[in-house]
């Protein structure tokens, strides 16, 4: 699994890191620009991102409007919805109206900080891109 984590807090960043470490490549952002160009940039290689962990309180572009322009990447390269990146915003913002918005931009997943590792793995989980740990 390919992973990019976008996040501007280095101990938000780190824990993160390390709970993804287990599953595979993991790719860093500190600002939703840099986000998108990573995002953009590994579609062109035809590497695509398998996961993005996405914060919404970022410098340059937000998360919300980071996500915004990952869907816009992803459709104007025709990438069929069943292989688009799954997103999860990771956010200490946990107001029904991030909330909505997210969802609406379509990510699949939202977790409000602080972020453990059962937290994590159990969003991956239920959006199917973990197995359940026993």
Do not use: W
Not at 99 to 113: D, G, H, R, S
């Amino acid at each position: 699994m390919k992973t990019l984590i976008v996040e501007d807090d280095f101990v938000s960043r780190t824990v993160l890191d390390e709970i993804l470490e287990p599953y595979g490549k993991r790719d860093v952002a500190v600002n939703g620009k840099e986000a998108v160009e990573a995002f953009g940039l590994a579609l062109e290689k035809e590497e695509p991102y398998d996961l993005v962990c996405l914060d919404i309180m970022i410098p340059e572009l937000t998360g919300q409007e980071a996500l915004v322009e990952m869907r816009k990447i992803e459709e104007a390269n025709n990438v069929p919805h069943r292989e688009r990146a799954k997103v999860v915003m990771t956010t200490a913002l946990g107001d029904f109206d991030n909330i909505k918005t997210a969802f609406k931009e379509q990510c699949e997943a939202y977790l409000v900080k602080p972020l453990n590792k059962k937290k994590v793995t159990e969003a991956l989980a239920n959006i199917g891109i973990v197995p359940e740990e026993q």
